[in-house]
């Protein structure tokens, strides 16, 4: 890649290697980060973390196509979830944050969740025509306004933009979930089927005897009948790792894993073999995102922020919470979705009345389900609220 479009995103230096899902590239410390190619920031993450890509920013691309820049610096990240970007936007600066034995950036393409660097980039011959598959210049993506539900009758129908046709993807599914242009779903017989890109395109089974479903980019994790978590990184990889058994709840995001056995909540991040840290008892529910932990504790919710040892700050009474970039909602017991949006210490604003039974979140987005209806507003929380889905049961935003 050429210099015009980044000072890092450029070349590369001596020392740099191909590696994991994605390249290396080793620069001083404080250089510029700029876009590659033209999209919407999907994940934006400030973070003094020393496990995981730290602060991080991901984009996704028309196509299908991501990428993501990792291990800059704490606070260079000033653009928000949602944000349109050029080809040439300034992102942030190189750093070592995360799991980074010194300054480089962590650079990676991804084709519906697959890692593509390769095809694109590699040391000493890269360049910016390479990426041009990824669009130049301003979009906004469809991918990034995907919405789901599943209907009372078992149905999983999904939209591709907010003004998009309902349409329907899948029968007999008891759970699922979604991140980006992937959705993962489980049918009544426990099994476990996957989509990528294109709501056309053909499913892949993963596994049987399931009951639920976490995805996080190209992680897939699983939980069984008989409560075992297995997981794995790839969608065509067999090689599947257990993770713990007797769990009751899943969740996966931006490369943590979460799991809740025995009222008590666990998280790992980083790889799968990764150990698992212990976040305290009594907990109902909880959600990841970033470096933002939420869980509802006692009919109290509450969240930390940065590494996995942080402390807990109490949010307010609630029976469900939601994570997503600088905005956190709780689900009152009363049904009454309230968000909070940029610090922990930020005011709550009230976005519904009584009688929510779902909520959803990402990027700019808000979803929420009442009445076996799905409402969706884009932008700030003062927005207008749209009808997506009738007669739902469950929903999720993408």
Known sequence: MSGNVADIVGGCPAGSRP????????????????????????????SNSTSGYGTQIVIVHPGGYTTRYAHMVNGSVTLAPGTPVNQGTLLGKVGSTGNSTGPHMHFEIKLNGNNVTNLYF????????????????????????????????????????????VVALRNNIVAFDAD???????????????????????????????????????RFVVLKTDGTVIAKDGLYST??????????????????????????????????????VDQGGGVSDFALDGTRIGIISGGTAY?????????WVTMRNGSRVEREGSRIAVLTPEG????????????????????VGDLSLSGNRVAVLSGGSVLIKTGALNATWIGAFANSKAIKIS
């Open 19 to 46: 590696t994991h899902e994605g390249v290396d590239i080793n620069g001083n410390g404080g250089t510029n980060v700029y876009a590659a190619a033209g999209g919407q920031i999907q994940t934006a993450v400030n």
């Open 122 to 165: 590699s040391c000493g011959q890269g360049s910016v025509a390479a990426l041009q598959p990824l669009g130049a210049g301003p979009v906004t993506p469809a991918v990034t306004d995907r919405s789901f539900s599943l209907t009372s009758t078992g149905t999983l129908q999904g939209k591709a933009g907010m003004y998009e046709p």
């Open 180 to 218: 980006g242009t992937t959705i993962a779903a489980v049918d009544t017989s426990g099994n476990v089927w996957v989509q990528q890109g294109s709501f056309a395109n053909g499913w892949v089974g993963l596994s049987g005897q399931a009951k639920d479903v976490a995805v996080d980019g190209d």
């Open 239 to 276: 090689a599947w790792l257990t993770q713990l058994a007797g769990v009751e709840k899943i969740d996966a995001a931006d490369g943590r894993l979460g799991v809740l056995k025995g009222g008590s909540l666990f998280v790992k991040e980083g790889n799968l073999q990764a150990g698992w």
């Open 303 to 311: 969240v930390k922020e940065g590494n996995l040892y942080t402390a």
């Open 336 to 355: 009454i979705v309230t968000v909070k949006e940029g610090t922990l210490w930020s005011s709550w604003v009230n976005l519904t009345g009584p009688g």
